[in-house]
């Protein structure tokens, strides 16, 4: 039979520890103090806004040449079980920016042209006409059966036996944690009180235009903008929104802020980030040699 009482004491004690380290853990796990600013830039255009994560996440040509070695090695697996898989679209001949839209419409042509739409998404990039069979898919995936024809499908599909021949060699780390931090360091940058006053003096640039958003992300997710093509209202009001983050600088603000915050974690995860930039190198290099080779 349980001893209630020496249970009961068991969890007293319990309690005196818990209580003990919370008032000393309750010192010491004080939020972080807001991160010191280096100079603020003048952010006009996607192509200003350079984050330091940037360098510990694939690049779009990295990814391009990934994307490339990933089809052609899977395509050579598909083979092996009389499959076919579509080859890959023809790469952009234009390189985008990847955060040119991190802090919503900021270049005045392209908000008079797009309002707050994407204009790739609005210039319908090409589709392969290649049918795609439900076997061949479970083939590249890996999500169906775990042969076909009488031969053993690679664990993830041919896309994941093409994955591991594209990583060997890489670092024991997980890549995934470049665009984490990214994200982290975003939603840190909205709630930080210098982001917010930039958003104020935004906002309130906004209302002498006859706009009323309280930040920047109001306005770009206006429901009104859910339509297949963008409206002359859209348009003005993107066109306003631009209008007032060149006036108080908006993205300049964030752009010092997100970086700060990035610096720090950087600094504190610094073995692990060598890593990860180690692993895209090794990756990216094994890629291009897969494509030099054909």
């Not at 209630?4 to 010192?27: D, H, M, P, S, Y």
């Not at 985008?96 to 005045?108: E, K, L, M, T």
């Not at 076997?135 to 093409?162: H, I, L, R, Y």
């Not at 840190?188 to 104020?200: C, E, G, H, I, M």
Request: charge should be positive; charged fraction near 20%; glycine fraction near 8%.
């Amino acid at each position: 039979m349980i001893n209630a009482k020496r249970v009961l004491a068991g969890f007293g004690l319990a309690l005196v520890i818990a209580g003990t380290g919370a008032c000393t853990a309750g010192r010491a796990a004080a939020p972080p103090a807001e991160p010191e600013l280096g100079p603020i830039p003048v952010v006009r255009s996607g192509a200003d806004i350079r984050l330091p994560l940037d360098a510990y996440v694939l690049t779009m040509k990295q990814a391009r040449t990934y994307t490339a070695a990933v089809n052609i090695l899977g395509r050579d697996c598909m083979k092996q079980f009389g499959l076919t898989w579509p080859a890959s679209a023809p790469a952009p001949s234009t390189e985008i920016s990847p955060n040119a839209r991190r802090y919503s419409v900021i270049d005045p042509v392209e908000a008079k042209t797009f309002g707050y739409h994407n204009p790739a998404a609005l210039s319908g990039a090409a589709e392969s006409t290649e049918k795609v069979t439900a076997e061949a898919m479970n083939v590249w995936s890996g999500g169906g059966e775990q042969t076909f024809d009488g031969k053993p499908v690679p664990p993830g599909g041919c896309s994941g036996e093409a994955a591991r021949q594209l990583n060997k060699g890489v670092p024991d780390v997980d890549p995934g944690i470049g665009p984490k931090l990214q994200f982290a360091s975003f939603n840190r940058l909205k709630t930080d009180s210098r982001v917010k006053r930039a958003y104020a003096e935004w906002s309130s640039c906004m209302r002498t235009k006859g706009f009323d958003y309280p930040d920047p992300y109001t306005a770009v997710n206006d429901r009104r903008w859910a339509t297949a093509k963008p409206t002359p209202t859209e348009i003005d009001t993107a066109g306003a929104d631009v209008a007032c983050k060149t006036q108080t600088n908006t993205a300049g603000v964030m752009l010092a802020v997100e970086t700060a915050y990035q610096k720090r974690d950087i600094e504190a995860r610094s073995p692990e980030m060598a890593s990860i930039k180690s692993y895209l190198d090794i990756q990216t290099a094994n890629g291009a040699q897969i494509l030099a080779a054909r």
